[in-house]
């Protein structure tokens, strides 16, 4: 990413990316106006519907942690300059982790123990969905974006048959595994506020929200702190230098996809332990696509993804609140304010620089940080 | 005249024969991109049928104002005359149509057509492509008789040596009725020889009233074939000469902005025992052509060893066995007493642990990861070195540290250790890949290309540094396409062409033209 020295930081990295959202939310106006409906109210509506009712806040970031684990793998394989669509497939495959581990050990083993093992078996699943990728990749040449994709379908495929097949619960009509037993679960917020003597509207945020704050500040240590992560972004950055230094190039990317493949299994956590307590069809919800734009908008550093995934944790929330609303606003309309938040903050990212740049000059002189 | 500044400078041009009239004039040019200011009210006065070079360090905005004449960037200030008419150069067919031809440091030819399509491209000469390709033809074979612009039509471009390639480039500028003709570092690709034919043509376009315009960092060449020479540093021109008056020490010093010593003291040592030795060693590139044949020779200790050659006749890929970036596939090489066989485990990384560095010929591809900070690329290649680093982590400390000492004792600018390494300028940059090898404390340094693309203040403190370290004992393998460079540091010299030895040398009785002639392939010694 360029890496303009013309203004300084604070405009590139705060004033203009708020630009950004603000011409995606009047360019979203103006289509929520040809619809007919009001867009101030329609904007009113989401904020109240994201952030002000009971539990929407709890929502919101019940969204967010999903939004964290899935463009903290996006990035970490950017860092490397691969581009891992497969975030879906890999969190999809991560849930196989968590119920496979779930079924086979909820009646023998305690259920701390239990839960601990399933979010183990999320990384370790979701690796496995990223490794081969990643190996393909590093060994034959075939192209990530391409596998992975594939990959996505093969796990929607693979889920289907094991749940219809395998482990779905014996006499029952719906795609999915029976109950895990009851100690096994990471706690929802509200229930320990409960305990805490709190009173707390009920939602499903979860101890993931904990756990992806956690991941976050582990992912900043590891790319920036580490000598693994020294070499993900030399390699990243190129990938001549890279074999100049020294570095296994294939070894590299082969670890870069299984740590993002286990990043995004972790979003089976946050579903399967911390809301459904069973595995079941579809869970990932596209999650792991939205994780691109996430780390997109976020600039691959967990501070921006953080602040990336509450945007869109607000956006899910708020939006399914405006499908309530408005009879003529359905959640097509949300995806659409989405699209543009994504046009506008990604690939239409430095469109304002140039302006920025011109206003700068003429009204301070010319800035120089070098 | 010493450094006279702009107004003095167009009083030295007019002081020629009053006769000639001026071709180019530019007045007050000045360009700015974003806060860096390219060119600033510059003024060059070029007259009709003369060579006129220009000369400057990089970054002295040479390339930017040859981009304004050729109407590839815009001026924000400032006039173009041609033939004393105001002229709008806006675009580059503007340039074209008004007599302007360009021939770039990187050609721009399609490397499948033959020389002819190529030649003709952009003036095809009539709708269908048969009938042009015999106009173009008729007038091609015309020009290259009276202009001694030898090259074979029928040929393909990627089939042809550099200096043909240039030579329709050339053509190409001449079919499309160019008068006046820049050419960016024309001389960077080619042979002595090849050097000397093209000085040839340009006399001759000179003679046939064509301007030249030529961009060059070689004040010999500047010495031995302009009229008028014009000095640029930090977008301005500092001063113009009429070439038979002034000297490469005074061009050289208006360049930097004081002395500089072009010499170089070589320390009297004695060579001690081989530390490197290469036998038979043969290579295969990736699509099947034998880059290397039977590369044999020795490096000792304390020695410096030139390979000289054109470009391309193998040394890249000799640098990048030796420092094991490529896979060693027949031969053997022993470093430091072990030998490496073909196949085995050899990679960059053993390199370093074998006591070798390497100062690689690309340094934006290879030398430095260019976004990287300063600190980062300060141990590239080191970084597992327990110096910096306590288990998986990296010491943060303690690398600032080591590049605060890096930037101060290499005097790499500006001497910071957060700024990233790709803004820093050619000169710094390779500095500081330089100074990251030194202080590996290495006994075998593969060093390509030391100087290229890196100004003169900074050529003088990379040969210093070299000199330094070959005194301590280090042996040092010197790749270089400058022969200059080559001739000035090594103390013995194997030249190489297409892939093979064609002959060594002493240094101390090498002259320039038998090297040539050997790197053309043409005598075999």
Redesign the interface.
Known sequence: MS?S??IPKWLSVGVIPLMNLFLAFCVSGLFIFFIGENPFRAIFVMIKGAFYYPGAIGYTLYYTTNFIFTGLAVALAFHARLFNIGGEGQAYVGGLGVGLVCLIFDQHVVGFLVTILAILGSVIFGAIWGIIPGYLQAKRGSHIVITTIMFNFIAAALMVYLLVNVIIEPGQMSPETRDFASGVGLVQIHILAKYLGLEMAMSPLNLSFIVALIVSVGFWFLVW????G??V??LG??E???????I?VSSTIIIVMAISGGLAGLVAINELLGVHNKLLLGFTAGYGFTGIAVALMGRNHPVGIFLASLLFGALYQGGTELDFEFSSITREMVLLIQGLIILFSGALAYMLNPLM?RIY?KYYG???N? | MKNSENKGGNEAIASLPPSTESAIELKNITKRFGHVIANSDVNLKVSTGTIHGIVGENGAGKSTLMNILFGLYKPDSGMIFLNGQAVDVNSPEKSIALGIGMVHQHFMLVPTFTVLENAMLGNEGSMLLRSGEEVVLDRLKDLSNNYGLDVDFEAIISDTPVGMQQRVEILKALNRGAKILILDEPTGVLTPQETIGLFDILRSLREQGVTIILITHKLKEIMSITDTVSVMRGGKVVADFSTEKTSPEELAENMVGRKVLLSIKKPTLKVGKPVLEVKNVSHESKDGVLVLKNISFDLKEGEILGIAGVAGNGQSELLDILSGIETLQRGQITVNDKTILPFQDWNSKKAREFGVAHVPEDRHKRGLVLPFHNYENSILGYHRNEDYSSGFLMDKRKILNFVDDLVENFDVRPRSSSISSGKLSGGNQQKLVLAREIESNPNILLVGQPTRGVDIGAIERIYEDLMKLKSKGTAILLVSVELDEIMSLSDRIVVMNQGTIVGETNSSNATELDLGKMMSGLEQV
Do not use: L, P, Q, V
């Open positions: 890496d020295n013309i702190r580490t000598k693994f020294y070499e972004r030399s950055h190129s001549t230098a890279a074999i100049y230094a020294g296994k740049e000059i010319n800035y120089n070098a």
